[in-house]
């Protein structure tokens, strides 16, 4: 088995419109994540996009995290910018290039994403293969057959990754369940080579008795960070431990998503005790939210990310990138200053129609991975 990715997708491209990134934007050098995890449970071969025509056949695994631009932050990033993020563009074209190749292996289509092609699965996906791989995944190939849709079943078994993925990610919870703690060890040995993890769990502080222990075997391998949390978890765990334990303070603070308690990244509303709280211990949380209640936390040390709602929305997000610039201390500021007001005063118009100037570029790009990367 063979396995890849679209372009922005394999090579973790920023989530701008194709017109906003240069020519010569560098390439991450390490797949995603979740082709690692592919690559270890079934002995997968990774290739990279460009490799496709040059398959001799057998099965093509392809990963996707978001192809047809369904999520929220996707939705979030076509209303500022106006066309929709480069992946989604990226997976049409890489699906062009598979129809051309209809028939000369069998694909099958997972990851993430995935749910979003099963409610009407493409012509040229022998399988679309939704939900975990450990178990089902083997099966499926040793079988020789192909379903239009598979569910994978939980795992059992969880398997380490071997090689390096893009962000430094080690999966230390799924759902409810704990990975094994010497599969973590041996993904906290592969992913370490840039001195820093990225915990991975649907929501870190409700991993329970044994989060100490886990942070300070974490900490052993470099910087330590954490993608989700929810209110409800940190209300219950102890802060000052996490703090101390990863060493926070005003120069070396997180910025986790706050999620809900049903796992969305839209939070209806925030404990104004729970920010307090994190921030007291240097986590300052970014936090998705209805454009209307977002200025009503303006005096707690958060990433603010107004989703639209009313005609009002690029006032509120250039006030809310007023409020976030305090905690970024980003250099171009005054450049996103200029934009984000010029955008507001133009209701919009003034980001749709930016084309890429290379001074304008950093600012792009960080202004994306500040206010839209989950």
């Known amino acids: 088995m063979f396995i890849t990715a679209d372009e922005s997708t394999f090579y973790s491209y920023p989530s701008l419109p194709r017109r906003l990134i240069p020519s010569f934007y560098r390439k991450n050098k390490y797949p995603p994540y979740g082709v690692r995890k592919i690559e270890a449970i079934v002995g997968a071969k990774v290739i990279t996009p460009e490799s ?4 001799p056949g057998g099965v093509l695994g392809v990963y996707v995290n978001d192809p047809l631009g369904m999520t929220e932050v996707s939705k979030g990033l076509q209303e500022v910018f106006g066309d929709p993020p480069f992946h989604v563009e990226a997976f049409r074209m890489f699906s062009e290039r598979l129809r051309a190749l209809k028939g000369k292996f069998k694909v099958i289509v997972g990851g993430p994403g995935s749910w979003e092609l099963a409610l009407d699965p493409p012509d040229w996906v022998d399988t679309v293969f939704v939900g975990e791989a ?15 849709v598979v569910y994978g079943e ?12 893009s962000l430094s990610e080690v999966e230390v919870m799924r759902g409810e ?10 993904e906290l040995r592969v992913q370490s080579r840039r001195g820093r993890v990225n915990l991975i769990a649907n929501d870190l502080f409700s991993y329970g008795e ?29 802060l000052q431990e996490v703090k101390e334990i990863l060493g926070l303070n005003q120069r070396n603070w997180r910025s986790p998503v706050l999620l809900s308690k049903w ?10 005790e729970v920010l307090k709280e994190l921030n007291e ?9 209805e454009e209307e209640k977002a200025t009503e936390y303006f005096a707690f040390k958060s990433i603010l990310i107004p989703l639209p709602n009313t005609p009002r929305y690029y006032e509120v997000l250039y006030k809310c990138w007023l409020h976030n610039r305090e905690l970024l201390h980003f ?5 996103v200053d200029y934009v984000l007001r010029k955008n507001a005063e133009t209701k919009g118009e003034y980001l749709k129609r930016l084309n890429l100037r290379e001074n304008f570029f950093k600012f792009l790009l960080f202004f994306v991975r500040s206010y839209f990367s989950l």
């Open 52 to 55: 496709l025509e040059n398959l």
């Open 134 to 148: 450990e178990e089902t995944l083997p099966k499926l190939l040793r079988q020789g057959e192909f379903p239009k």
């Open 154 to 165: 939980k795992a059992k078994r969880f398997f380490p990754i071997k090689s390096p993925s």
């Open 177 to 186: 369940r704990r990975v094994p703690m010497d599969v973590v060890k041996e």
């Open 210 to 238: 044994g989060l100490e222990v886990l942070l300070r075997t974490a900490r052993e391998y470099g910087e330590v960070y954490f993608s989700h949390v929810t209110q409800e978890s940190s209300a219950n765990v102890d």
């Open 263 to 272: 796992g969305s990244c839209r939070v209806e509303e925030v404990e104004r």
């Open 281 to 289: 211990n240097f986590i300052y949380p970014t936090v998705y939210i």
């Open 331 to 335: 250099k171009f500021a005054r450049v």
